[in-house]
Antibody, heavy 125, light 107 residues
Framework: EVQLVESGGGLVQPGRSLRLSCTAS????????MSWFRQAPGKGLEWVGF??????????DYGASVKGRFTISRDDSKTIAYLQMNSLKTEDTAVYYC????????????????WGQGTLVTVSS | DIQMTQSPSSLSASVGDRVTITCRAS??????LSWYQQKPGKAPKLLIY???SLQSGVPSRFSGSGSGTDFTLTISSLQPEDFATYYC?????????FGQGTKVEIK
């Protein structure tokens, strides 16, 4: 059974850092890209970014609102994807989800087929 | 960035109704369009990928169609468990973008 479990959320002050983890099981982790999304309270879904599998270079892409502040990485030996969040702002307050993507070549025809339960990040003084 | 425009933003329907939600992309996205269902307090769930492929385990009353810029999600006979918010998402290019969501409520 595919499982994704996010952890690391909590209350943090503006300007500080936080690292989220997404622990995966039930599939061959190294074969999949991994994405992060967020959802602010009462709002829609926002793509944060993703990391490709090593087969496609393990490269990353980010949304404009987090680019330069957030970094996605992966440890295939531990089957964990990370979201390092620096210089946090109050507008980063949201539930953060990780997902897996089936990608082939330069495209992802089956994006986000499994989601974690989400972890809440609250940025407030 | 590719803008995704979803309509309507909300609708009221009865059990057994046929429901159609549309999603329009600001430029061609081929068939790289997915539909998700989200219930309150829960993570989204993939329903449809590549515009018309039904995700494993999703009831056949859900279907998707379209290509290029115009897409449709249809629920052929609305069931009580289908009352939720639905989102379209393009994965043609990054940043991936979503429609604003359609809340399906009980009439």
């Amino acid at each position: 059974e595919v499982q994704l479990v996010e952890s690391g959320g909590g209350l943090v002050q503006p300007g500080r850092s936080l690292r989220l983890s997404c622990t995966a099981s039930g599939f061959i982790f190294r074969d999949y890209a991994m994405s992060w999304f967020r959802q602010a309270p009462g709002k829609g879904l926002e793509w944060v970014g993703f990391i490709r599998s090593k087969a496609y270079g393990g490269t990353t892409d980010y949304g404009a609102s987090v680019k330069g502040r957030f970094t996605i990485s992966r440890d295939d030996s531990k089957t964990i994807a990370y979201l390092q969040m620096n210089s946090l702002k109050t507008e980063d307050t949201a539930v953060y989800y990780c997902t897996r993507d089936y990608c082939s070549g330069g495209s992802c025809p089956i994006p986000s087929d499994y989601w974690g339960q989400g972890t809440l990040v609250t940025v407030s003084s | 960035d590719i803008q995704m425009t979803q309509s309507p933003s909300s609708l009221s329907a009865s059990v057994g109704d046929r429901v159609t939600i549309t999603c329009r992309a600001s430029q061609s996205i081929s068939s790289y369009l997915s539909w998700y269902q989200q219930k309150p307090g829960k993570a989204p769930k993939l329903l449809i990928y590549t515009a018309s492929s039904l995700q494993s385990g999703v009831p056949s009353r859900f279907s998707g169609s379209g290509s290029g810029t115009d897409f449709t999600l249809t629920i052929s006979s609305l069931q009580p468990e289908d009352f939720a918010t639905y989102y379209c998402q393009q994965s043609y290019s990054t940043p991936r973008t979503f429609g604003q969501g359609t809340k399906v409520e009980i009439k």
